[in-house]
């Protein structure tokens, strides 16, 4: 089993920034992709970011420019940098470990996920 546990989340003015961070433990998933995704309450889990094992990123485009993931393989962990916080940005960010090394923006393909963490931008 892998688990994951999110932090970092809190609340931010609109143009603000704030680090997620995702720490790994259990069996290792270094060889999987990793992701974040976000979800608003009554909404569906909208993929956010992925990064694979060797580097390689995807970002959905309402976060293209903005965000920035980041992968720290020997601390089994990851980040997600946000920055030019808007309020359409607030939602519960989760952390999500695929055991498959190919990006993808499919939730189904995430095999674990962390409990998430709020993230609320004020305008």
């Known amino acids: 089993q892998v688990q994951l546990v999110e932090s970092g989340g809190g609340v931010v003015q609109a143009g603000g920034s704030l680090r997620l961070s995702c720490a790994a433990s259990g069996r290792t998933v270094s060889s999987g992709a990793m992701g974040w995704f976000r979800q608003t309450p009554g909404g569906k889990r909208d993929f956010v970011a992925a990064?694979?094992?060797?580097?390689?990123?995807d970002y959905a485009d309402s976060v293209k420019g903005r965000f920035a993931i980041i992968r720290v393989k020997d601390k089994n962990a990851v980040y997600l940098q946000l920055n030019s916080l808007k309020p359409e940005d607030t939602a519960v960010y989760y952390c999500?470990?695929?055991?498959?090394?190919?990006?993808?923006?499919?939730?189904?393909?995430?095999?674990?996920w962390g409990q998430g963490t709020q993230v609320t931008v004020s305008s």
């Open positions: 999500a470990a695929s055991q498959s090394a190919a990006i993808t923006r499919a939730p189904s393909w995430y095999s674990y």
């Open positions: 990064i694979t094992s060797s580097g390689a990123t």
